[in-house]
């Protein structure tokens, strides 16, 4: 029997609540742009889904397709607006409303500590930039809990690509059947990690729709639960 | 005769003196880490080239090979450190102080002012990430000038590869006759920009040790010589 010395955490909407959050800091960039520059924001959200498929494109699943700065950039010049400041300032709005209305999922700071305390290595394992995800944990305040932070930027791949679970794999010098990877994307997260021999675990606090064919955590409170999911093989 | 109508600018050490800066901002961070963790700077700058090396090899060069926060989370890493937050306030004391510090080069803003009320399109050409090099450009106070900002994260190339200056006619619509390249750098930016056929110019406000090969700008108060630069097949 394997032993899992080794949790790897997903950031957005596994660590904190991301959609609705995301849906609101749009709408403020939304109302800005609208106010701003007389276009409506149905247009912006056009343009914006336009371009990120556009660098998508151009460059592959790697890190820059998630920087809303870029992104934004291509949208004043679509629009045949001044880059500087207006893309800058969008930017600020949307990563100032996440930053300063994210909060922990119930029950992570503790079960964090419990299982640090079990001695499991934890790590964070998350598509974007750097610089971004650290910020993120920062505001949480779960950095004290991981020994490291790997994003897509660092890996140069992203998942569900094999290839970033191999790195996390390597840079942690560990074999995939010491790990588990908890996330909230069946794809990204679970079905990613279980390609390279991972045990993924689906993180999921609403109701399923059907009976899952993963390992689910719906609730951080559940550490019985959560410690049964370590033990199996 | 071609005419020229866009002019590219590097960034760092281009529209601002970086060098010491540069060594300033790293000094301080030597001492903040020599204090608190009890390690020499020595240690700590070698243990940073390594890991740039590291990434460099494993990513090839672009974008993240310049990101410091990986850089130094693998430092942590290395020296058994914890990666939160030590990481994170090194590299807020790095960039805080090389933007609270940075000015623009003498007479580039009066440059800028008389080149784009000639009808230049003025673009940003950078090797690096968008966030930080938009970031940059805000503090010079020199946004209102330049239609784009265009780095190697966005290009998903660095300077010197012809795949970064050919990215950038692309964008813009240009062919390199229409174009001049302007920075600091003769390997990166004059060489690099000349191989696609774009007129490299080398901004240099030292001595130069022996007769240039390129043209040369060796201040931005220069309206003539530069003019005249502009014309010249």
Redesign the interface.
């Known amino acids: 029997m394997s032993e899992i010395n080794t949790i790897f955490f997903d950031l957005d909407g596994t660590l904190y609540a991301m959609h609705l959050l995301h849906k609101e800091a749009m709408q403020r960039v939304g109302v800005f742009f609208e106010e701003t520059y007389h276009i409506s924001r149905e247009l912006l959200s056009d343009c914006i889904e336009e371009e990120q498929q556009a ?1 998508e494109n ?2 592959g699943q ?3 397709i998630h ?1 809303r ?2 992104r934004f ?1 291509q949208v004043f ?1 679509k629009f045949g607006l ?4 207006g ?2 300032i969008m ?1 600020r709005l949307y990563w100032d409303f996440i930053l300063d209305n994210m909060r922990p999922e119930e029950g992570i700071a503790s079960l964090l500590q419990a299982l640090k305390s079990d001695g499991y290595h934890l790590i964070i394992a998350t598509n974007m ?3 971004m995800q ?2 993120k ?2 505001k949480l305040e779960l ?2 809990f ?4 790997i ?1 897509s ?2 890996a ?1 791949k992203e998942k569900p690509d094999s290839g970033f679970f191999e790195y996390c794999l390597k840079k942690r010098k560990i074999k995939p059947e010491n790990a588990i990877f908890i996330g909230d994307s069946l794809k990204n997260d679970v079905i990613g990690a279980q390609n390279v021999g991972i045990k993924g675990v689906y993180y999921h606090p609403g109701q399923l729709s059907e009976e899952p064919l993963f390992p689910v955590i719906r609730s951080y409170t559940e550490h019985e639960a959560i410690a049964a999911l370590l033990r199996e093989d």
């Open positions: 660098i151009r460059i790697r890190a820059p920087n700065l870029i950039q010049l001044p880059v500087f400041p893309a800058g930017y930039t750097a610089e650290y910020k944990i920062e950095g004290c991981f020994e490291d932070l994003t930027e660092e140069d």
